[in-house]
């Protein structure tokens, strides 16, 4: 099952919104094939891993291991549930039950009602750490959100006026990576009107996130570099209206949690928030987050504007060239 997890994270940057998957076929205590999901749309881990299969080793002595459960409905591809019962393997073991309502136990049915020999909750929460962003879509209908932001020592954020750079240049790749494993990227207007993103991944690979921009009054400046490609999602208190460049989404009064759930309604499962500290103490203060990324930096300012507080300790630091990122998780 280990070995599952270690190749479904292989497609962590080309699979969203579909879930990592591993598969895994195992003979005679010998793993003789291996497949994942490389890419949304094409072939699952089950049927890269069958494709993998030496005609020369008989299915009916295998044991399949796949992370999270069979998918047993059309989608863009066939169910793995179909084809797992036609290739009739000894033995399925599976590490978590999947939370997607066309799915949630209905490919372990299939299995169960052809007979095949079944194992689940194998390292299930293993499982669940690979695929939390997947695993919150499908069960609270809101993506899954990452704060990140770079401080200085002694706290501060921003400067009073100008734009300054904080943590280590070396980690611009860390950052952009990070933008890259998520669906979408989200600040505010002060952020784009002040500092002029482009908000992009040229340091890394992957795709680009999608961009959001959040401006209740639609405050946020149209000659922003970040207007220059693709379409902005740009979520405001005024209108709806659809251009070439903008896509204005009226979120009313509802505020961030009603721009989470409209992101969720166009299929974005995860959400990296980039913005200023009013924006990202929103977040904070509305329990709408769901980990923190904190890129400390080893320089001192004594002025300037406060980082938010997230308020307790962190779980994990790791310290990265000059810098040291700490991880937060809130306390559920």
């Known amino acids: 099952m280990m070995k599952c997890i270690e190749l479904a994270r292989k497609g962590e940057l080309y699979t969203a919104p579909n879930p990592m998957v591993g598969c895994v076929i195992v003979s005679d205590d010998e793993i003789v094939a291996e497949g994942y999901h490389q890419q949304y749309g ?71 009602e052809a007979g095949i020999d079944l194992s689940v909750g194998i390292l299930e929460e293993e499982c669940k750490s690979l695929n939390q962003r997947f695993i919150k879509a499908h069960t609270l209908q809101l993506p899954y959100v990452t704060l990140k932001w770079a401080e200085t020592k002694d706290g501060y954020m921003a400067c009073q006026k100008g734009q300054v750079k ?43 996130p999608t961009k959001v921009v959040y401006s209740p009054k639609l405050s946020v400046s149209r000659d922003a570099l970040l207007f220059e490609s693709g379409k902005i999602l740009v979520y405001n208190t005024l209108t709806d209206k659809e251009s070439d460049k903008t896509s204005l989404v009226n979120i009313a009064n509802g505020g961030i949690k009603a721009m989470l759930a409209n992101l969720y309604s166009k299929g974005i499962h995860s959400v990296l928030v980039e913005g200023g500290p009013t924006l990202l103490q929103g977040f904070l203060d509305e329990k709408l987050w769901d980990e923190a990324i904190i890129i400390k930096s080893s320089n001192k300012w004594e002025d300037g504007i406060k980082a938010p507080w997230v308020g307790i300790s962190s779980y994990k630091e790791v310290q990265q060239y000059s810098d040291l990122i700490k991880y937060f998780k809130p306390n559920k």
């Open 42 to 112: 094409e072939a699952h881990a089950e049927v890269n891993a069958f494709a993998a299969l030496q005609e020369s080793i008989d299915v009916s002595k295998c044991t399949v291991y796949v992370n999270l459960e069979p998918c047993s409905h059309y989608g863009k591809t066939p169910p793995c549930a179909d084809l797992i019962i036609t290739k009739k393997p000894k033995r399925v073991v599976i590490g978590m039950l999947d939370p997607y309502d066309k799915v949630a136990g209905k490919g372990i049915k299939k299995l169960l």
């Open 166 to 208: 904080i943590s280590a240049p070396e980690n611009d790749a860390f950052v952009h990576h990070l933008r890259a494993t998520h669906q979408a990227i989200l600040v505010g207007a002060n952020t784009i009107n002040t500092d002029n993103p482009l908000l992009d991944i040229r340091h890394t690979e992957g795709s680009n």
